[in-house]
């Protein structure tokens, strides 16, 4: 049996750092949120909100390191990266999304779905069905690719 032991070790990282900032400062773990108030919020709450990404940035390049020393190069691990202007669109369009959707799927799917949110469990079926059609279409067709 081949296990995606990266991908398990990450949800488990992730649903860790949901529980661990609900439990000591009361705060849902919805990434957008937290990233528009690091620069949005009043100065007393900005000190958690940069030290929550600089988290998530530092745990990135780890496991970037950790697979480099594995034998696989970083640049090995983006050769199905899509072309830069994709990229730059695909990232407005989710920004846009998390707005429409008041909330990112780290909000809705790993808390909202948590706490049996209706709200959430609506949003995360938009997401999931909007990501299987991207996938389909820039894979598959629609000249996306």
């Not at 949120?33 to 100065?43: F, H, L, S, W, Y």
């Not at 696989?72 to 990232?91: E, K, S, T």
């Not at 909330?103 to 990501?131: D, I, Y």
Request: aromatic share 6%; net charge positive; with cysteine.
């Amino acid at each position: 049996m081949n296990l995606p032991w990266a991908a398990i070790a990450g949800g488990g990282l992730i649903g860790a750092s949901a529980v661990v900032l609900l439990a000591t400062l009361g705060r849902v773990a919805g990434i957008s949120g937290i990233a528009a108030g690091a620069v949005a919020a009043p100065r007393g709450d900005r000190g958690w909100r940069w030290a929550f990404l600089l988290g998530l940035m530092l745990a990135a390049a780890a496991v970037l390191s950790w697979q480099a020393g594995a034998g696989q190069p970083p640049r090995a691990l983006l050769r199905d990266a899509l072309p830069a202007w994709q990229l730059i669109g695909a990232g407005v369009l989710v920004g846009f999304g998390t707005r429409l959707g008041n909330g990112c799927t780290s909000g809705h799917g790993v808390c909202g779905l948590a706490r049996g949110s209706r709200r959430s469990l609506v949003a995360v079926l938009v997401f999931m069905a909007c990501a299987m059609l991207t996938t389909y279409l820039v894979r598959h067709g629609g000249g996306l690719a």
